[in-house]
């Protein structure tokens, strides 16, 4: 995929994103979340493959019933991780100021859906 095309999704998946995860649904995040594993999982990259891996851990939780926030709050905040370490490689080179956007987003989503799920 082109890095054009890359931005664009990039783009595309942050602006679904920052009224937050909640807002955004279930329904709505899945086909996204499926759409970015596929784009990865066959990159031949490794650490595009650990975010595919990643991005289907956070699949698996958020298709099956009663889903554990707390759970998908630290999935998102590995994700965020594992992204912004991505974006400060070389194949995040024209794209990395992007991924590092989403990076932060994904993961203060999760430590804000942890926190808010584990106050008592």
């Known amino acids: ?46 650490n595009l493959e650990a975010v595919a891996r990643t991005l289907g851990e956070l699949e698996t939780q958020l298709a099956s019933p009663g889903v554990d926030p707390v759970s998908v709050g630290a999935i998102l905040m590995s994700l965020g991780d594992q992204v912004e370490r991505v974006a400060g490689a070389e194949i995040g080179e024209e794209v990395g100021g992007k991924l590092s956007r989403l990076g932060a987003l994904l993961g203060s989503e999760g430590d804000a859906l942890t926190d808010t799920m584990t106050r008592v």
């Not at 595309?12 to 649904?25: D, Y």
């Open 1 to 46: 995929m082109a890095a054009k095309d890359i931005g664009g999704a990039l783009d595309l998946t942050v602006a679904s994103l920052k009224e937050g995860v909640l807002r955004l649904g279930v329904e709505a995040a899945l086909p996204e979340i499926s759409a970015w594993q596929e784009k990865l999982a066959g990159s031949g990259d490794p």
